[in-house]
């Protein structure tokens, strides 16, 4: 598992570093990622077959990383439905609201209330515009986020890659990477989305095609909620509503998991 003999792109010093039970997972740089390179790794991806990461706080929490793979057992990407899992995690999320407005109430998910809007339609997008964004979010992220390091991991995108890494930050949902790497794969589809980079229990995508308005805003935040309730349950708007305002015309998404 050397990733410099498939690649024109010269590394940094790393090394590989594999799960408990043995297997390589991925390879990471000894010191924080340089501007620029992360973009030049993307676009070699779909020839040398591996995929840039972006790792927060690695080795803070490097243990999460390599046990999960003996921990728990991933299904395929191919084995599940994204739509249908995002309308299960809503009914299940909005079906634990209590009845009265408040807190954990209906008003929460407003104007949709406990009723899914269903899945946003695909966006057009001009060829090249997915991979175009991802390296300028890369850099800037590079660039105003000190310590992160360099990982790269063989898969053919970065929604394969949360599996072929080890991936378990939302461990306290499902301890099945595959499923939140379906609605990953179909976020890449329908809005040019692509993997920048992951921390224990945080996911961070670029977006070629975020919404422009607010009611596309809503209904975007609807799957992020019902993707990540802890986004909005747990984060500063607290409210769907607040929540979709930042989402226009935002080229960047991120997700925690308590």
């Known amino acids: 598992m050397d990733p410099q003999a498939s690649l024109s792109v010269p590394l940094p010093s790393g090394r590989v570093h594999s799960s408990y039970a043995g297997d390589p997972l991925l390879w990471v740089s000894d010191e924080p990622v340089a501007v ?120 053919p995108s970065g929604a394969r890659a949360l599996l072929a890494c080890g991936w378990s930050g939302a461990l306290n949902y499902d301890n099945d990477t595959a499923v939140f790497a379906a609605v990953v794969a179909d976020w890449e589809r329908r809005f040019g989305a692509r993997v920048l980079g992951l921390g224990f229990d945080t996911l961070t995508l670029s977006v070629a095609a975020p919404p422009t308005d607010l009611d596309q805003a809503l209904r975007v935040a609807a799957e992020h909620f019902a993707f990540c309730p802890d986004q909005i349950l747990q984060g500063h708007a607290h409210r769907l509503r607040g929540y979709a305002g930042h989402l226009v015309d935002r080229p960047v998404w991120t997700f925690w998991w308590d």
């Open 36 to 155: 620029g390179l992360w973009p030049r790794l993307l676009a070699e991806s779909p020839r040398s077959g591996w995929w840039p990461l972006l790792l927060d706080d690695f080795d803070r929490h490097m243990d999460r990383f390599l046990e999960a793979p003996t921990l728990t057992r991933f299904t395929s990407v191919t084995d599940h439905d994204p739509a249908e899992l995002l309308a299960r995690w809503w009914g299940t999320y909005t079906g634990s609201f209590d009845p009265e407005p408040g807190e954990t109430g209906p008003d929460v998910t407003a104007p949709f209330g406990t009723d899914w809007p269903g899945t946003v339609p695909a966006a057009p997008l001009p060829q090249g515009a997915a991979d175009g964004t991802a390296a300028e979010c890369a850099d800037l992220l590079v660039e105003f986020v000190s310590g992160q390091r360099l990982g790269l991991v063989r898969a």
